[in-house]
């Protein structure tokens, strides 16, 4: 009997152990269940490509990014650049930041945008200044410079190109294949010569004085625009303050250096010289004229004096 309720009592014990280790296993289950578990999420984002929403010429480096405010034709300076700002706003969906380039050439249209930089018809701006923080996170805005030469090639009439225009190519990179956006415009016939108006002094001569090759004066006239151009000349009488006059037909020109009387009495009114200026394509584009003088034998004395007139029109 005694053997017996020992037997019961260790049923009971074992009974009772199981059940904990059941509830413990049943605990660490839910406690295993309920901890936190990272879960890992990815999204691929395709490279959009960027575009250019606004594309415009301005007189002045301002922050005006929509409005053209540049003529056409462009027009040109004697002698000097003229500076003009090709500007915008590009664009890119994926944020302003994934831009990498802004480029812009400038050129006349008919040599297209692959030609190589040249002061008479193809400008370049490698890379443009961009600012993101120009208007929205997908926005920024660009800018280039330009100044353009007196001598650029005219498309409008008396030019080198009248049939031609000129094209100004915005071009914007983000990693895709490039974009680009184009404005076109036209560049001014600008008549503009350089004609020395330094005296033309011969000095104390004597009488019956004839110059030559040696002692000829010239002047020398400069392509300053990008028109064609003549020189016209005229000239007067030469009154001698003591007495006496040396005609005007005592001095001659000529576009050689020449002895006088080999060279062409100066006309009362006003003539084509011979000297002429072409289109600048290449280096500074000069002309001369010769002068010759032959002094009376008798009859003057004094300080003798006249005006040479030479006028510059296009060719």
């Known amino acids: 009997m005694e053997e017996a309720n020992k037997n019961n009592s260790t049923y009971w014990i074992l009974g009772a152990a199981l059940l904990l280790i059941g509830v413990f296993v049943v605990v660490a289950l839910v406690m295993v269940n309920s901890q936190a578990v990272g879960v890992s999420t990815q999204v691929s984002i395709a490279n959009q490509p960027p575009s250019v929403v606004n594309h415009v010429c301005r007189t002045s480096d301002d922050t005006n990014f929509t409005a053209n405010n540049c003529p056409n034709p462009l027009t040109l300076t004697d002698a000097n650049p003229t500076n003009y700002w090709i500007q915008g706003v590009v664009s890119d969906p994926n944020g ?34 961009v600012n993101t923080a120009y208007g929205t996170t997908a926005q920024a805005s660009f ?15 008396g030019g080198v190109s009248p049939a031609d225009n000129w094209t100004s190519r915005t071009e914007v990179t983000d990693g895709t294949t490039p974009v680009s956006a184009i404005i076109t415009t036209s560049v001014e016939t600008h008549f503009a010569v350089n004609i020395p108006v ?47 006059t040396i005609p005007r037909t005592n001095q001659e020109y000529s576009t050689t250096n020449v002895d006088s009387g080999s060279g062409n009495a100066m006309p009362l009114s006003s003539s084509a010289s011979g000297a002429t200026l072409d289109y600048r394509t290449a280096g500074a584009v000069t002309d001369d004229l010769w002068f010759m003088l032959t002094v009376p034998g008798v009859g003057v004395e004094g300080n003798c004096t006249g005006t040479i007139t030479l006028v510059a029109a296009p060719l």
Request: glycine share 8%; proline share 0%; charged share 15%.
């Open 198 to 244: 330094t005296a033309l002094n011969w000095g104390a001569q004597s009488l019956g004085f004839a110059s030559d090759t040696g002692n000829n004066l010239t002047k020398t006239f400069t392509q300053q625009g990008n028109d064609q151009a003549l020189i016209n000349i005229s000239g007067a009488d030469l009154g001698c303050s003591t007495y006496g």
């Open 143 to 157: 800018k280039c410079a330009y100044a353009l030469e007196s001598y650029a090639d005219s498309t409008e009439s």
């Open 96 to 129: 302003a930041e994934n831009i990498t380039n802004v480029k812009n050439d400038l050129f006349k249209t008919s040599i297209t945008y692959s030609c190589s930089a040249d002061a008479n018809d193809c400008y370049k701006t490698a890379s443009c200044t």
